[in-house]
């Protein structure tokens, strides 16, 4: 079998290789859904009038350019920047950006320097800021303030030089490339001279792909969670390839689990799969080779311990001793983000997206209620999943994940949940990355990054990916932002409204819906939104994980970006450039809101540290010359 090279592909497209999703051979089905693309083509021809009735809301059929110019003054405090594709961070004039952190850097004072030739010593790779900075918040603890920040995968080809093609080959390599993973737990302090990690705090801590973890929740204790090293299936080792984040209203961490599948291989060329691993993309190849060093990664042997990876992880940043939690209530599937947000009657809502092509957009509501000061207890165990389904006239509802409606168990829904979502008839997607929750508006906002599968072929589960509402472009390489409002203004109410905030797209190259919604121009182009967040004044922070070369169907969008969206107008602006090869990922405010981190995950640009050194990513703080608040 051709081996694939590590570093030359996202994970995305690894997966694809690795495990391609079945192919279409379904011909008529093709040409229906051709059809309805273009059923939803004329709908945009007639955008302002026929939005609506197309499924479109009122929120895009208002976002005509001109009607965005006359909001120049308002809500924006900065003048946009223009694209750029060089090897550095742009921001708007009046604004000042540094670098807070950065791989390697350390977080205690016993670890050794970074190494430009090795990507640093493996013997302390678990005392350092690890690679490929992801979602993180900023908690204040007491009068400090802590960052918790994901490191979503490590680049084997550069931490391990001496191998070949970045394969390890000892114990050794293993855990190097499992230490530089997971996630970051560190205090920082603004001082004279900017930002900086506080070495050696009492609470900087790291989490690795090997610290000791608690299985909580309906599967936990299942048969299928059960392994030799825990027979009681309520314990386990690390967190994994940790993308987006959330925080809950009690001040914990929320690291999510993605693709957690490319961890797991076989020793065994044989080893028939379970079907729930197809599902999944659980292969016999793995993306590190951990298995043939390190047995609990090897499924031929640990049939079960994929299953105990894929959920949703509550951290306490305050206590570095404490155990983090794997909530498995919140499901299992390729976990981006976590947004939480409470019911009128104080239920915690967490909105979550399964970030594959074809698979599905979902909800947890507690059965609970939060009360401040009081237990937490059982607010992230005891609650039913939710998936939504988006109808084609602007309606949409969330479907109960139960034993009614699946005829699966609690468990099973937990450990299984693409195929419970699957049996309720869900809303394919475009690839659900973060979910916002407007702080200021009972409304939230998905961002579908893109979905070159759409109309081409079924999900992993063979379901049907037919353009439809919130998702209505055929191999859709540029992405949208959905948005619903709960019907009730409550957060559990089973339905709701929805409407596309924007459809990117490149109005200097296409002119029909391949250009955007009408609040995309020549200035403020850009494709695949995937981070976002709001900030406390409602503001949309939009960043971009896209096709940055600049050429084709891209051209004019340069390297990856951050814009700020406006939901009151539609409006949208670039904020924020980074180098190239890099995207924009993680986005925290400090305390007093004047500083703004943002993640610069995986450059290819010599960035920060210059020619001839490795690119490294990075967290950077901005702020504003004036100090003034940024959100
Ligand atoms: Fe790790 Fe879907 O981004
Ligand atoms: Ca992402
Ligand atoms: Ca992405």
């Known amino acids: 079998m051709t081996r694939i090279s590590h570093d030359d592909l996202s994970w995305d497209e690894w997966d694809e290789l690795v495990r391609p999703t079945p192919e279409t051979t379904d011909f008529d089905r093709v040409v229906e859904a051709g059809l309805s693309r273009r059923g939803f083509l004329g709908g945009l021809v007639a955008f302002g009038s026929g939005a609506a009735a197309m499924g479109l809301g009122s929120g895009v059929s208002l976002m ?26 742009h921001v708007p004039e009046g604004y000042t950006w540094d670098i807070l952190v950065k791989w390697g850097d350390r977080l205690f004072s016993d670890a050794l320097d970074f190494d430009h030739e090795t990507g640093g010593d493996a013997r302390t790779s678990d005392r350092v800021f690890g690679e490929n900075t992801d979602g993180m918040e900023l908690f204040a603890v007491g009068d400090r303030q802590v960052i918790a920040v994901n490191h979503e995968y490590a680049n084997p080809k550069i931490n391990l030089p001496h191998t070949e093609d970045g394969k390890p080959q000892s114990a050794e390599d293993v855990r190097k490339m499992q230490n ?5 737990v ?9 930002w900086n990690v506080v070495v050696d705090s009492p609470l900087n801590r790291r989490i690795t792909h090997n ?16 392994t030799d090293a825990d027979p009681s299936g309520t314990t386990s080792l690390g967190t994994f390839n940790n993308c987006g984040a959330g925080r809950t209203p009690w001040g914990t961490y929320l690291t999510c689990e993605e693709n957690f599948n490319g961890y797991f291989g076989s020793t065994d060329a044989n080893f028939e799969r379970p079907e729930d691993f197809k599902r999944y993309g659980i292969s016999l190849e793995s993306r590190y080779d951990y298995e043939k060093f390190d047995e609990r990664f090897d499924i031929s042997r640990n049939v079960n311990e994929p299953r105990r990876c894929g959920y949703i992880v509550e951290i306490d940043p305050s206590d570095p001793s404490s155990t983090p939690v794997k909530r498995t209530a919140l499901g299992r599937f390729k976990h981006e983000n976590a947004a939480c947000t409470l019911a009128r009657d104080g239920r915690v809502v967490v909105y979550m997206g399964d970030d594959e092509r074809g698979e599905f957009l979902y909800k947890y509501v507690s059965n609970g209620a939060y009360t401040p000061g009081a237990s937490t207890d059982g607010l992230l165990d005891d609650g039913t999943l939710f998936v939504a389904k ?19 168990s609690l468990a099973e829904v937990c450990m299984f949940t693409r195929m419970a979502a699957s049996k309720v008839g869900a809303t394919t997607m475009d690839r659900p990355e973060w979910v916002a929750v407007n702080p200021v508006a009972v409304e939230a906002y998905c961002a579908l990054t893109n979905n070159k599968n759409r109309a081409v072929k079924p999900n992993a589960g063979g379901d049907e990916t037919p353009v439809n509402g919130p998702n209505p472009r055929a191999q859709n390489h540029y992405g949208q932002i959905v948005r619903w409002y709960p019907e009730n ?16 797209g490149n109005p200097d190259v296409h002119e029909d819906a391949y250009a955007g919604s009408q609040n995309i121009n020549s200035g403020n182009m850009f ?15 939009i960043q971009t994980d896209g096709d940055d070369d600049n050429e084709g169907d891209f051209a004019g969008m340069g390297n990856n970006q951050m814009l700020v969206g406006d939901p009151a107008t539609g409006r949208i602006e670039r904020f924020m450039t980074v180098p190239y090869g890099a995207e924009v990922t993680g986005i925290a405010w400090s305390a007093d809101k004047r500083t703004l981190f943002v993640g610069v995950q995986h450059p290819k640009a010599p960035f920060p540290d210059g020619e001839g050194m490795l690119a490294r990513s990075a967290v950077v703080a901005v702020k504003r010359a004036d100090n003034a608040r940024i959100g």
């Open 64 to 89: 005509n350019s001109t009607s965005a110019r006359a909001q120049e003054a308002g809500r924006f405090a900065f003048n946009p920047i223009p694209i750029a594709t060089d090897a550095t961070v």
């Open 180 to 184: 530089l993973q997971g996630v970051t």
């Open 186 to 194: 560190m205090e920082v302090e603004e001082g004279d001279g900017g």
């Open 211 to 226: 610290t000791a973890m608690r299985l909580a929740g309906p599967a936990a204790g299942h048969d299928l969670l059960k």
């Open 390 to 408: 988006f109808n084609e006239d602007g309606s949409g509802e969330w479907l109960a994940l139960t034993a009614e409606t699946t005829g699966m």
């Open 489 to 504: 203004d409550d957060h559990v109410d089973p339905k709701f409204k929805w409407d596309l905030f924007v459809m990117a």
């Open 527 to 541: 494709n695949s939104p995937d981070g976002m967040m709001f900030d406390t004044t409602g503001l949309l922070w």
